[in-house]
């Protein structure tokens, strides 16, 4: 048995290091949020964490409380050996939980539709359309607007609201800036959305936050917020770029599976029209054929969804 002095010095050290180890996660990605999205669910994540606490600290010090009380060497303790209820207790065990329940339940569903992905973001500043494409074992983007794409990087103007259209022409993968909020998966043969902002410059990191194989950990990619003057100057030096993508050239950056060491940092000074679509199109086909010359046919969110139920993959 350790002796009662020990085993006050071993918790009076443990205490003494629980703000350590608590201050050590401050400069965690998700809780050192640069833009609106990642500060509502900064915001969110801290309050449910509050909550419960509430009961999960009451119930570690009471359980520390009635052990010291109660030990074997206290033989002034109170003993009741006929004791079977309290209703002050059942009220106390009851109503604080539920209460508790009642608030998590309200802040979740207010939350849920305040923080959907696919919902648009209120702005007067017209957003910037990001088609992100997961691949083995890299991120390949393509700008629309402006007609050009990249690999392992991105970059968009502060204040400014970005719509990523993603999807996968590998195995499933989670497209994640932490810096800026909230992960969606990316899936072949279909099409999620995502709508972020950045509010502070900086070079944000993103990542696959779902394994996909061996080289899934090196599927990093820099994210840059900067202000209209560098986004600018970013497109143009992509549009200075040498390569061009089109389908040969996308067939030769799929192949490269290198999952030893990530993928070097590429630009394309041109894309092929339809590129992103195509990519979706070819697995709603069910065999990866790929569907030349109907690239003016969007895929709906039921069709890859009956595509994958089917049985067929």
Same mark, same amino acid.
């Not at 329940?101 to 309200?106: F, G, K, S, Y």
């Given at each position: ?9 071993? /918790?009076?050290? %443990?205490?003494?290091? /629980? ?14 949020? &640069?833009?609106?999205? %990642? ?23 009471? +359980? ?10 206290? =033989? =002034?303790?109170?003993? $009741? ?5 309290? +209703? ?18 309200? /802040? =979740? ?8 992905? #696919? &919902?648009?973001?209120?702005?007067? !500043? ?16 393509? #700008? ?15 204040? +400014? ?23 969606? #998966?990316?899936?072949?043969?279909? $099409? ?33 917020? =900067? ?7 970013? !497109? ?23 999952? &030893?060491?990530? @993928?070097?940092?590429? @630009? @394309? ?9 195509? /990519?979706?199109?070819? @697995?709603?086909?069910? &065999? ?20 994958? +139920?089917?049985?067929?993959?």
């Amino acid at each position: 048995m350790i002796p009662l002095k020990q085993l006050r010095r071993s /918790l009076r050290s %443990g205490l003494s290091l /629980l703000p350590v180890l608590l201050l050590a996660g401050c400069d965690a990605a998700i809780l050192n949020p &640069k833009g609106q999205i %990642g500060h509502d669910e900064k915001t969110l994540l801290i309050t449910s964490v509050v909550l419960m606490l509430l009961v999960v600290i009451p119930v570690i010090v009471m +359980t520390l409380a009635f052990a010291w009380r109660y030990r074997a060497s206290n =033989t =002034t303790a109170r003993y $009741e050996p006929n004791w079977s209820h309290s +209703t002050a207790i059942e009220v106390v065990v009851w109503s604080i939980p539920c209460m508790i329940i009642l608030v998590l339940a309200v /802040l =979740t569903w207010r939350s849920s539709h305040a923080l959907d992905p #696919y &919902k648009p973001l209120d702005s007067k !500043v017209k957003p910037i359309t990001i088609e992100a494409v997961a691949l083995d074992w890299k991120w390949m983007f393509i #700008y629309p607007e402006q007609g050009i794409a990249t690999v392992n990087e991105i970059a968009f103007p502060v204040d +400014t609201p970005l719509n990523f259209r993603i999807t996968s022409d590998t195995v499933m993968n989670s497209f994640f800036i932490p810096h800026l909020g909230t992960q969606i #998966y990316a899936m072949a043969g279909m $099409e999620t959305k995502l709508h972020l902002i950045a509010n502070e410059p900086g070079d944000y990191f993103g990542l696959s936050a779902n394994y996909s194989g061996h080289g899934f950990s090196k599927m990093g990619f820099t994210a840059h917020a =900067t202000d209209r003057a560098g986004f600018d100057a970013w !497109v143009a030096k992509v549009k200075a770029a040498p390569k061009a993508l089109d389908q040969a050239e996308f067939q030769i950056l799929a192949a490269n599976r290198n999952d &030893k060491a990530p @993928y070097p940092v590429t @630009y @394309y000074a041109s894309v092929q029209d339809g590129m992103f679509k195509s /990519l979706i199109h070819k @697995y709603m086909m069910g &065999k990866g054929q790929h569907m030349e010359g109907h690239d003016d046919h969007p895929a709906s969110a039921a069709e890859p969804v009956a595509m994958c +139920t089917s049985g067929d993959k």
